[in-house]
């Protein structure tokens, strides 16, 4: 487990959204007040103003905007975020511009979280189950009021239908909040494939397999899915328009009549949104930043990584790489000296020591491996050669015995790429 203090975020955001600019401001207050502290946005091919939206809030620093052109962009610019920013964020959520996170007290997202994976050493997400609401028998659209006070009927808590094919939908659909370094890639848009042996669960610790978690758990976390809206919002953007999922538009009235479900009031997330807001507070950038880098300066000259005992390292690796990513963003220095080498020297040592590496700790390795290489540092080297003659043969044998043939092969496909590479 990486020390909280030693990311920039402890939750960020990520979404990719196509002319969403009437939502836009909402749906990112409501989050911070939430509890997230950034966000990660993809532009898919809009048309609109949403720059204009988005420009107070990039000026302070909330909102990373990339551009993310083409059709069926959603997985890839999801995997864009993992791979790119995932040691600035204690945690990701995954979720779209129709999606809110709604935790059932006070508590923030990330408090609600925390709880949850406390549970279990062995988790790396949380699968939040939807809940789905109709349209309040809006036909027109009234954009002078938020979404939020709008539409405040949904569909009972374990709303599902079956179709004739057996495809089951309503809320028995997730999104999810993960540990982003523990993510192999996301699969699909609601849920992850996670690395080893991690995984998901729901807030009653049942594990979560695909896109769908049944039964559906709603006492802790849910997201509000306001998927139709009124019915002229939902034929001018749904049916009149393209999606970053589909290569071609999905949406039919018959799915607007599925999911149009107003059984039951309810208006909690307002009450939530309003109880947040009363003690809002933002960490500014400079706090940020010495905070960081003093966790970072701290961890990397606890000791010395040549005196350590060998139990110090078990678990270390997450640890230490993200230090190095980190130490080389922010271009800090320990002395005279680049507290990326000091990194670089602990990730070494971790390697060079017998037990304390998990699978997972290969597979994360494994990914930031090339970035590795590339750094004017001779440990570079010295790393990928005892991962290479030291570590990959270990996991090898461990393999034989424990671990399936896939991941066998792997391994001895990574030993074949180092050694080309090191010759």
Known sequence: MVDRNLFSYNLAVVAI????????REWLDYHLLAGAEHFYLYN???SDDYEKI???????????????????????AYND??????????Y???????EFIFPKTNQSIVEVVDEILSRNPNVAGVGI?????????????DYSRDVLERFTRRATNEWIFVKEDGFKGGNIFIKSVVNPRLVDYYFSPHYAIYFSDFKA????GAE????????IVTDKLVVNHYFTKSKEEFVSRRLGSTTACWATNPYTMEIFDTNDRNEVFDDGILKYRAARAENFFVESDADKIRRVEKFLVDTLTQQSPFNAPAEFFAGKLETFLTCRKLAEVFKTQIGNKSAEEYALVWIYQTLNTDGALTYADLQLFVDELPEILSRPFPVAKKIVQVFSEKVLPAMAESAKISRPWKELKDIKYLQRMLNLILR
């Open 44 to 46: 898919n091919d809009s």
């Open 92 to 98: 990701m959520a995954f979720i779209d511009l129709d």
């Open 129 to 141: 189950n939807w809940q789905i609401f109709g349209s309040n028998g809006h036909e027109t659209a």
């Open 81 to 90: 975020a993992l791979n790119r920013y995932k040691f600035f964020c204690r």
């Open 201 to 204: 669960i729901n807030s009653d």
């Open 17 to 24: 959204f196509k002319d969403e600019a009437p939502y836009l």
């Open 208 to 215: 979560t397999y695909s896109a769908g978690s049944f039964p």
């Open 54 to 76: 988005l420009q107070p809030y990039v000026e302070a620093n909330l909102v990373t905007l990339i551009d993310w052109s083409g059709k069926l962009m959603q997985m890839p």
